[in-house]
């Protein structure tokens, strides 16, 4: 049938109902309708291109003139009339824009109707098939495309949010913002999107937050997700994923600990945990040291109910060089501090050296110092021993200045007798120091040292940690004389820990590697010579053992 011009009334004609423009222009509009004011007629060179529906009409080129003349008190327009499938008419539509000019968004809108696997081999109506057409990039729709697949998701979201002016500059401007949204996952683009309706970023800036993202979204395994990943909707973004592998490992720590009480009603404490969690999201939920507190709380109430051995502990009076409680090849993961050999002799502390600290350190710690290294050579023998392959080892230590020479942990690690083959090494800044000795500067670094045996085996997710790490030392005049604290032993666990693997510090002390272990949800076991250290460590943490200290 021949395209026919015919005068119809406004009445009976629709719009697309797949009109891709999410605003008319109101420009456009009163342009038009003033001319049409001022000649009182509607020149046949501009008219509607239709097509009859269900005994109506239905526009396929020419709403912002259907428009105008209802603005201009019209009756009656001047239509092309053509038969026209409703493939034909939608590409129709999208053609007839490039004449009148869409945004980005938009256009995306547009081409989600197009089925993209067409437009090759001579084919009609694909997204490349239209490109060729209206001589744009194909790349440059993918994009349109992306940011419509994020604004179609939203679009109640957004359009109930922003009044309709700000909706139509949204959709002017954000066109390359919501295609880099489109970047991240899915669960991620509200957020996203919410955080750009309330600021001005630039792309570069959305980019730099989605990738963030993608990386906390990484980070969180999916039933942690509705609790930690809402994260992201903090405003300094900066770490966040380290901050969130945290707060998993933490959480997951406290249901393998449940698990560790066979006793209990298992589903009630995991899910009055998650109840405490999701009830805290935004607030405690995403604080390591509230988690913590619950943890200590949980594991008071399971040992009452159980009145057994706290699982996956072992304890023992031992030398770190001759372990022969601990079979070969059977530890994952060794987190130590071996004695720094002090000296038992008073030694500077404050007051700019001047005030000397009483009974040295508070234990014997002198010796010859060939005979220390030959010690701690003796140690790594044995703790390679007892690693498995893909075992890593990470000895805290630091340099020591012995009549004005500088002694270094690396001349005995790089002894050619120790097996273990050094990987990285962490400087350690606390911050403070005991040592104010007016002749030196202050040493206020240490040094974790950490080696493998044969590759390291190591999580699937990436460490995210630099090599210099910065928090204070334990609290002094602790019952320990020299402890550390418990987020050196949590920050290795965090970068290489995995489930089901056991830990071991053959210098165990007040065993907060044991306790960070347990923490976990790891098999913990602590070495230490001393007895009455580990009795202590017991008590204080409140632990039931099987066997005598």
């Known amino acids: 049938m021949r395209d026919q011009i015919q005068q119809i009334p406004i009445d009976q004609i629709d719009d697309h109902p797949d009109n891709p423009r999410l605003f008319l222009r109101e420009e456009v509009i009163d342009g038009i309708a003033a001319q049409l004011e001022e000649s009182h007629q509607f020149d046949p060179a501009h008219a509607l291109l239709v097509r009859?529906?269900?005994?109506?009409?239905?526009?396929?080129?020419?709403?912002?003139?259907?428009?105008?003349?209802?603005?201009?008190?019209?009756?009656?327009?001047?239509?092309?009339?053509?038969?026209?499938s409703d493939d034909?008419?939608?590409?129709?539509?999208?053609?007839?824009?490039?004449?009148?000019?869409?945004?980005?968004?938009?256009?995306?809108?547009?081409l989600l109707g197009i089925e993209s696997g067409k437009g090759g081999a001579g084919q009609r109506g694909g997204v490349r098939e239209f490109a060729?057409?209206?001589d744009q990039k194909h790349g440059t729709l993918s994009i349109y495309r992306q940011a419509a697949r994020v604004y179609k998701k939203l679009s109640i979201y957004i359009d109930s949010f922003l009044t309709p002016d700000e909706l139509s500059n949204f959709i002017r401007t954000k066109t390359y913002h919501l295609a880099a949204i489109h970047?991240?996952?899915?669960?991620?683009?509200?957020?996203?999107?919410?955080?750009?309706?309330?600021?001005?970023?630039?792309v570069v800036m959305v980019k730099d937050k989605v990738r963030k993202l993608k990386d906390l979204d990484a980070a969180i395994p999916k039933k942690w997700q509705q609790t930690f990943l809402p994260i992201g909707q903090m405003n300094n973004d900066d770490g966040l994923a380290q901050k969130a592998k945290r707060l998993v490992a933490l959480a997951d720590g406290v249901e393998a600990m449940i698990d560790g009480h066979e006793m209990v009603d298992r589903e009630s404490f995991v899910a009055s945990f998650h109840k405490w969690l999701q009830d805290g999201v935004g607030g405690y939920s995403w604080q390591a040291d509230a988690i913590l507190d619950y943890q200590q709380e949980l594991r008071e109430a399971l040992n009452k109910l159980s009145a057994r051995p706290t699982k996956n502990l072992h304890l023992f009076v031992s030398r770190a060089e001759r372990m022969q409680e601990i079979e070969a090849e059977s530890i994952d993961l060794i987190i130590t501090s071996p004695p720094y050999n002090l000296g038992d002799e008073s030694w500077p502390m404050g007051g700019q050296g001047r005030k000397p600290r009483e009974h040295g350190i508070g234990y014997g710690d002198s010796q010859e110092e060939q005979e220390y290294y030959n010690w701690q050579v003796d140690v790594f023998k044995e703790l390679y021993r007892v690693a498995k392959e893909g075992a890593s080892l990470f000895y805290n230590h630091k340099p020591r200045n012995k009549d004005g020479r500088l002694i270094h942990p690396l001349d005995w690690i790089r002894d050619k007798d120790n097996p273990w083959v050094l990987r990285q090494e962490i400087v350690w800044d606390r911050g403070s120091t005991h040592n104010h000795s007016p002749t030196l500067f202050w040493p206020e670094d240490e040094r974790i040292y950490w080696m493998t045996k044969g590759k390291p085996a190591l999580p699937e997710s990436s460490i995210g940690a630099s090599t210099v790490w910065r928090f204070h030392g334990p609290v002094a005049d602790t019952w320990?004389?020299?402890?550390?604290?418990?987020?050196?032993?949590?920050?290795?666990?965090?970068a290489v820990g995995r489930p089901g693997i056991t830990v071991l510090d053959p210098f165990a002390g007040s065993c907060t590697t044991v306790k960070v272990a347990l923490d976990f949800?790891?098999?913990?076991?602590?070495?230490?010579?001393?007895?009455?250290?580990?009795n202590k460590a017991i008590e204080e943490n409140k632990w039931m053992i099987e066997h005598e200290i």
């Open 52 to 84: 009859p529906v269900n005994g109506r009409y239905q526009i396929v080129r020419g709403h912002h003139r259907k428009e105008a003349a209802l603005q201009a008190n019209l009756s009656t327009v001047p239509c092309w009339v053509r038969e026209m």
């Open 183 to 202: 970047g991240a996952p899915g669960e991620l683009w509200l957020q996203l999107v919410d955080w750009l309706m309330d600021t001005d970023a630039p």
């Open 521 to 534: 949800g790891y098999t913990a076991i602590g070495i230490d010579i001393s007895s009455e250290y580990l």
């Open 480 to 494: 320990h004389p020299a402890p550390f604290g418990e987020e050196l032993p949590r920050k290795i666990m965090e």
């Open 88 to 110: 034909d008419a939608y590409w129709e539509l999208g053609l007839s824009n490039t004449q009148d000019g869409m945004e980005g968004v938009e256009w995306g809108m547009f």
């Open 132 to 134: 060729r057409e209206t």
